[in-house]
């Protein structure tokens, strides 16, 4: 009896052994996944952009704005970096339309004369998941400190937003990179280990149909997973989109993510030799993704190192764009950049997908 | 069987004959024996890891409508030779023509008169029979009646038109395969290649898988079949090509094969009561290679069996011998192929050479 469980034993780890990419995304796949994980949530937020103004007519700055300036720039949690980084404005205008575009996360109103009882106005963007309670409860603690007697007005600009909404526009990004990932690279090697694809080259169809086919199936594919979160969100999560350009929007970043992730797939399957290979290393590369996507945690929480990867992480442009059409009714000024990085991701991608997949033809 | 061209091997000389009455789609029926491919010292080396010969200066020709047998033992090159004439693979020297189009230059076109059925089936298992056949008849670019049409026609043909819409999972190594075969050759093409059809298949599917072929054959198809069974040869090949390490060792039709093996012919006569006066008898026919006496029987090999038996029957008369039983054997393929390499069909298995199939 124990002979045949050694043998079986033998042979699992003789094949466990023999497949080093797996073997290594095995061994290192959770330590990979303490590090970012653990620096994606964990990580504490410091350097929130943060105006301060000083209520119209403004003459000279009062005492208590300089204060207010000089103590919110110091305020720190014990042994962190400061907590904001302080931008002054000339006037509110010029504030809310700095925290309309994004720009800063919220701003602080202070009263244009000392008399008791002016109160303080804090603004603050609340699409964001912690960092606006963060700021209320920070600058109210400054403003104690500092004995100011007025009240604090706290006005959320985009309304009160559940974490399910926050999340929720996130999800949809990763019903994209998930389906086309998991479900679509995986196919593509099956079809290819079963001499499926080899099948469709001695038939006079082209090679440039094949590959056009294959981009066009998984984006659809890829596209409809994205819209159906889209439309579970706005059921379930009560997300609003408010005109049809926000509506067009939203379909060109879905449209978009859609076909670059799916270059993406199609490059990446054509390298991998093996199934195994290709999904242990998906499945980090798809964590890795998500978790600097900002999708369920700010990014301003992350560390520098892995504020590095956001720059560079499609998913995070995607995600942002998202948040800011749906949630804060935001239009091309501000997803513009966004667009034009996703625009570039899938270019990209797409010469890649050929470029590689032709190679598997040859 | 028809009596195919009497051509053994030798390189083309000035055949001009390819070039003539082929453009376009109408193709002169009486052409039959026009050559459908040409070979011309066709050589694949193999540098990755070492150097491997696959395929060393062939040439041949495939006359138009018959059944082309290629064998050989396991990395004979049979498999890297199909896989140059479907165009998956360039050849390291040499030229092949198919029909009039050269693989290297004009593979689009040669993959549109060409239909191949690879050894490991490339059906998609998820899908079902009829949609399998209908993805292929849009590869081939026919248009929608067609495919309609072309499709219930070759399910009628294999008898897989009441499964038309089941998943090919759930169907037996035999449908499937016919499946396939049939798949290749939804578009009526000039070429039907078929690489080791009946592999893994029971006897009764066998034949089922034969029959097939014999009928696609019919409809003036040529086909080119690889083959490690000589059954399959001996009963569908018009012609036969031998290859052995890249070489091409052998080609001829079966009669013609038969005969280059000295006293191929086996006869056995029983016999009650023996008269060594007889061998000498036998002996003085020309025909015969040899006479040998044991187990009461008397084992003669001969060039001619059949037009020998007479004589032979006649001089046991002359001596007396009563004959009790009486048997001629034929060479067979395996014979032929053991007296071309001095070796044995199966303990030849070279290492197999070179990406057969290649997973990137």
Partial sequence: MLRGAVAIFRRDFKKFLSTPIALFMTLIFPIMYLVIFGNAIGGSITGIPLGVVQEQPYITPTPLYLAGREALSLYHQPDKPALFSIRAFSSEGAASQALGLGEVSGYVVFPSDVAPNRSTKLYVDSSEYTVPALIQSSVAVVLVQLGAMGPLYVDNVYGTIDYLQFFGVGVIVMAIFMTTMMGGGIALIRDRELGIIEGYLVTPVKRSSIILGMIGSGTVRAFLAGFLIFIVDIVVAGVIVRTPEQFLLVVTVLFMTSIGVTSLVVALASRFSNQQEYASSIAFFNLLLFMTSGAFYPVIGMPDWLRWVTVINPEAYAVHALRSIIIRGQGLSVVGTDLVALLIFTIGAILLGIATFKRTLE | ?360
Avoid at chain 2, 69 to 75: A, E, K, S
Avoid at chain 2, 196 to 225: A, F, K, Y
């Fill in chain 2, 1 to 360: 069987m028809p009596p195919p061209a009497q051509e053994s091997i030798k390189t083309p000389g000035l055949s001009l004959m390819a070039t003539e009455g082929s453009m376009g789609e109408k193709r002169p029926d009486q052409e039959k024996s026009r050559s459908i491919i040409r070979i011309e010292h066709l050589s694949k080396v193999f540098s990755a890891h070492q150097v491997v010969v696959a395929v060393d200066d062939v040439s041949f020709d495939v006359m138009q409508g018959e059944i082309f047998g290629l064998l050989g033992p396991n990395g004979a090159g049979k498999s890297t030779l199909i896989r140059i004439l479907t165009t998956l693979m360039m050849p390291t020297s040499g030229r092949a023509i198919v029909d009039v189009y050269d693989v290297t230059k004009d593979q689009e076109k040669v993959r549109g008169v060409i239909g191949v059925c690879p050894q490991n089936s490339s059906l998609d298992l998820e899908l079902s029979a009829y949609d399998n056949l209908d993805f292929f008849g849009r590869l081939q670019n026919l248009n929608e009646d067609t495919i309609k049409r072309r499709v219930w026609e070759l399910l009628e043909m294999v008898g897989l038109s009441d499964r038309a819409d089941a998943k090919v999972s759930t169907f037996s190594g035999g449908m499937r395969r016919k499946l396939e075969i049939v798949r290749a050759f939804i578009h009526r093409p000039l070429l039907l290649f078929l690489d080791e059809p009946t592999i893994g298949l029971d006897p009764e599917s066998r034949r089922e898988v034969w029959r097939q072929i014999s009928l696609l054959n019919t409809e003036n198809t040529t086909i080119i079949l690889t083959t490690h069974y000589m059954d399959e040869a001996e009963k569908l090949c018009d012609r036969i090509a031998f290859m052995d390490q890249g070489r091409l060792i052998a080609l001829d039709t079966l009669k013609q094969l038969q005969k280059t093996i000295p006293g191929g012919e086996k006869i056995e006569v029983g016999f009650v009561h023996f008269n060594d006066a007889v061998i000498d008898a036998i002996k003085s026919h020309p025909e015969v290679r040899g006479v040998e006496v044991k187990g009461g029987k008397v084992h003669i090999s001969s060039q001619q069996g059949t037009s020998l038996l007479p004589a032979i029957l006649d001089d046991f008369e002359r001596y007396s011998i009563g004959v009790t039983t009486l048997s001629i054997r034929h060479p067979s393929l395996e014979d032929v192929f053991i007296h071309l390499t001095g070796k044995d069909f199966g303990e030849r298995d070279a290492p197999v050479v070179g990406p057969s199939r290649r997973v990137p």
